[in-house]
């Protein structure tokens, strides 16, 4: 079994910054992509920035230049530094991670529970 803990969220002024962080533990073989998704009131979640497994890193051109998306593969965890906040940031921030569990050969996408960021004016 495989659990995803997400922490850091919070309520913050414009202009401030948050670090969310995500921990994967359980039956974990191997751990490939490895991100962050938001979903703001009224609208469907998105991608927000993800890393794979060789460092490769995407981010939604909001977000492009104000966050920092980072890995560290010994303790399964993926950080996202959000700098420069602004009100259009706020939302319910979700932990996604595709795991290939032991004793399987194939990756599973996973989500945390959510973590609600609220960025103030």
């Known amino acids: 079994q495989v659990q995803l803990v997400e922490s850091g969220g919070g309520l913050v002024q414009a202009g401030e910054s948050l670090r969310l962080s995500c921990a994967a533990s359980?039956?974990?073989?191997?751990?490939?992509?490895m991100g962050w998704y938001r979903q703001a009131p009224g609208k469907q979640r998105e991608l927000v920035a993800t890393i794979s497994s060789g460092g490769s890193i995407n981010y939604v051109d909001s977000v492009k230049g104000r966050c920092t998306i980072s890995r560290d593969n010994a303790k399964n965890t993926v950080v996202l530094q959000m700098n420069s906040l602004k009100p259009e940031d706020t939302g319910v921030y979700y932990c996604?991670?595709?795991?290939?569990?032991?004793?399987?050969?194939?990756?599973?996408?996973?989500w945390g529970k959510g973590t609600l960021v609220t960025v103030s004016s």
């Open positions: 996604n991670v595709v795991i290939t569990a032991m004793g399987r050969t194939y990756g599973i996408n996973y």
């Open positions: 359980g039956s974990i073989f191997s751990i490939n992509t």
